[in-house]
Nanobody, 114 residues
Framework: QVELVESGGGLVQAGGSLRLSCAAS????????MGWYRQAPGKQRGFVAQ???????MYANSVTGRFTISRDSAKNTVYLQMDSLRPEDTAIYYC????????WGQGTQVTVSS
């Protein structure tokens, strides 16, 4: 069983920055990718960013150039540096880890005020 624990969410003004962290523990075998989704009120959960075991990154168009994903493989931890935040970035951010299946964290709230 895999456990993912997110941290780093909070309230920030538009234009500000936050850094999310997600630490994985438990029965972790071969990690394929780790990444982030988000869900805004009244909307479906959507892809934000991911990073592969080889360090290849992918981003949603809406965050490209503003968000940066990275990972510390030794710590099984993934980070999401979020800069130039906008009110539309307000959402619950969920971390995931993909091996043969996919495990999810409990989510962390990010609120961007205008």
């Amino acid at each position: 069983q895999v456990e993912l624990v997110e941290s780093g969410g909070g309230l920030v003004q538009a234009g500000g920055s936050l850094r999310l962290s997600c630490a994985a523990s438990g029965s972790i075998l071969s990690i394929k990718t780790m990444g982030w989704y988000r869900q805004a009120p009244g909307k479906q959960r959507g892809f934000v960013a991911q990073i592969s075991s080889g360090g290849i990154t992918m981003y949603a168009n809406s965050v490209t150039g503003r968000f940066t994903i990275s990972r510390d493989s030794a710590k099984n931890t993934v980070y999401l540096q979020m800069d130039s935040l906008r009110p539309e970035d307000t959402a619950i951010y969920y971390c995931y880890l993909a091996t043969t299946g996919r495990s999810w964290g409990q989510g962390t709230q990010v609120t961007v005020s205008s």
